[in-house]
């Protein structure tokens, strides 16, 4: 660093690394910063910011060093050797683990993964005036798309609607069938899966990548899709982080976000479709919600339906089941297509590293 000030380092992890990010690209708008007491109180509370925008998630940076800090210092933020960025008139603050774990996810059960991460976390937080010095590309090496570039892309094909896709799974038929279904009715598509941190036993992020390139080189028309990895992490918060995921696909340019079953939740601990009922609390988020129900396969008429849609209603249901998926890979048995494509299965089976240890 160049000038005078005085600046005390702290090495970051991957996911502090990823929020700083977004939050310096306009991924996480409206937050500029870390979020500081008054704001959290008012995230947990009301799911929005003490100035009234949407924002329903805890952006945190937890005090894991023992070492006080001096609002006149900066802090010097290293990650994996690099300088990436600065903090700058940093103020500290304390916060009752309980009351956010419990206030963010709605239990403070320890089977819950997002609680079990959350309890492992300082009480003692950390905010300031933040700047970037780096990029994750470069100490990463991942190509991704930033906000701008997406829009950009928007703007230069002249899309007026571009649907936002969310996932932390391969692609597979329950998939493909909502993909092409809004694909009928607009412009464009944004496959945007989530390459952060995951649990043990998710799919790691070079399957997850892999998958979706040859799925979207292969099932959709290459003129209507973009697909880029989102830097961020699962925080399996339900509903709340579904309102997360739609405010980050506006912010890239997005018109509109699928929201399916279960999204972004994690064993029982939210209803099916719980992350499709809290947008009628948020009318004013400004990208509109297209909820699907679960789709699955008719025996009858050998397609991938909804029960909206299918003529035999669910008499003839098969559920494409993640688990069956998920079990085929790891055994690497056959499994129908109905439910995966072959040419991805096989893609996943041959992968050294296709879940997270």
């Known amino acids: 660093m160049t000038d005078n000030k005085k600046f005390q380092q702290i090495e970051i992890d991957t996911d502090l690394a990823m929020d700083i990010e977004q939050i310096l690209n306009g991924g996480f708008s409206p937050l500029t910063t870390f979020l500081d007491k008054k704001s959290l109180d008012s995230v947990l509370k009301n799911m929005r910011l003490p100035t009234g925008e949407i924002w329903p998630i805890p952006i945190l940076f937890p005090k894991k060093i023992d070492e006080p800090i001096n609002s006149l210092d900066s802090l010097l933020l290293k990650f994996q050797g690099h300088d990436f960025a600065v903090l700058e008139e940093p103020e500290t ?37 933040l700047r970037g010095i780096s990029k994750l590309n470069k100490i990463l090496d ?111 340019g997005c018109t509109h976000f699928i929201i399916g079953r279960d999204h972004t939740g994690v064993k029982n601990f939210y209803g099916k479709y719980d992350s499709q ?56 048995t056959e499994i129908s297509e109905i439910f995966i494509k072959k040419e991805i299965l096989n893609t996943l089976q041959n992968m050294k590293n296709t879940f997270v240890d």
């Open 277 to 332: 009922k809290i947008f009628q609390n948020f009318k004013d988020i400004d990208i509109e919600i297209i909820p699907f129900s679960e789709p699955f396969y008719c025996k009858k008429s050998k397609t991938i339906t909804t029960k909206e849609e299918c003529a035999y209603g669910d008499k003839y249901y098969v559920e494409v089941s993640g688990s069956k998926i998920r079990k085929a890979i790891q055994e690497k």
């Open 93 to 129: 603050f304390e916060y009752d683990l309980d009351k956010l774990i419990t206030s963010f996810y709605g239990t403070n059960d320890e089977k819950h993964p997002g609680v079990q991460i959350s309890r492992k976390s300082p009480h003692i937080f950390i905010t300031g005036k």
């Open 142 to 252: 991942i190509n991704y798309l930033e906000p701008q570039d997406v829009k950009n892309i928007i703007k230069e094909n002249h899309w007026k609607s571009v649907v936002g896709f969310h996932t932390r799974n391969p692609p597979h038929n329950a998939h493909e069938y909502i993909h092409k279904s809004v694909l009928k009715n607009h412009d464009a598509l944004l496959l945007h899966p989530v390459i952060g941190s995951k649990k043990k036993g998710d799919f790691t992020r070079e399957a997850i990548m892999r998958s979706y390139e040859l799925y979207a080189e292969k099932f959709l028309p290459s003129n209507r899709t973009v697909l880029t990895p989102l830097l961020t992490y699962s925080r399996y918060a339900g509903p709340r982080e579904a309102i997360f995921t739609a405010i980050v696909r506006r912010n890239y």
